[in-house]
Antibody, heavy 113, light 107 residues
Framework: QVQLVQSGAELKKPGASVRVSCKASGFTLSSYSFSWVRQASGQGLEWMGWVTPNSGKTGYAQQFQGRVTLTANTSTNTAYMDVRGLTSEDTAMYYC??????WGQGTPVIVSS | DIQMIQSPSSLSASVGDRVTITCRASQSISVWLAWYQQKPGKAPKLLIYKASSLEGGVPSRFSGSGSETEFTLTISSLQPEDFATYYCQQYKSLWVTFGGGTKVEIK
């Protein structure tokens, strides 16, 4: 069955970078585009961007342009999200999602000194 | 960017009530709209896709309607397990956007 399994919780200091992975099973990564969404505690869903694994093409929400990089490795069936220059406002749960309503379980990222 | 305005932001209802949540798009999205349910600590769960298609395994008390810019999620008879937050999502293009959410609370 379709599964998206994300990497574990991250605790980072302000200014650091973080990489979150999303490993797909039950389907071929290259067949779909992937989005990443974040959710701060008690807040709504904020779409961050998309990546098309086949072509490597990406698109980003304006507020994340230049600070977020989305990539995918079709040989390992894994998508990645890199965020640079972390601040406390980046503390949130991060999700990968695939068309058809498939979501990863979420990765909490905490940014604290 | 396509903006999604969802209303109300919260509501209180009783078990058995009929509940309606509205989502308005800033431009036409045809029927490229999904509805999700989210419970605390969990990833969102797909309820409705393509504006009115019920996802497999979702109870028939959930229904969606609308097209172009106006959409509605209806719960015909609210059950205890339906108390949660609901989000609409447009996916007309790869640049998707979400509504702000509607928290359904127990009256």
């Amino acid at each position: 069955q379709v599964q998206l399994v994300q990497s574990g919780a991250e605790l980072k200091k302000p200014g650091a970078s973080v990489r979150v992975s999303c490993k797909a099973s039950g389907f071929t990564l290259s067949s779909y585009s992937f989005s990443w969404v974040r959710q701060a505690s008690g807040q709504g869903l904020e779409w961050m961007g998309w990546v098309t694994p086949n072509s490597g093409k990406t698109g980003y929400a304006q507020q994340f342009q230049g600070r977020v990089t989305l990539t995918a490795n079709t040989s390992t069936n894994t998508a990645y999200m890199d965020v640079r220059g972390l601040t406390s406002e980046d503390t949130a749960m991060y999700y990968c999602l695939r068309p058809g309503g498939y979501w990863g379980q979420g990765t909490p990222v905490i940014v604290s000194s | 960017d396509i903006q999604m305005i969802q209303s109300p932001s919260s509501l209180s209802a009783s078990v058995g009530d009929r509940v309606t949540i509205t989502c308005r798009a800033s431009q036409s999205i045809s029927v490229w709209l999904a509805w999700y349910q989210q419970k605390p600590g969990k990833a969102p769960k797909l309820l409705i896709y393509k504006a009115s298609s019920l996802e497999g395994g979702v109870p028939s008390r959930f229904s969606g309607s609308g097209s172009e810019t106006e959409f509605t999620l209806t719960i015909s008879s609210l059950q205890p397990e339906d108390f949660a937050t609901y989000y609409c999502q447009q996916y007309k293009s790869l640049w998707v956007t979400f509504g702000g959410g509607t928290k359904v609370e127990i009256k």
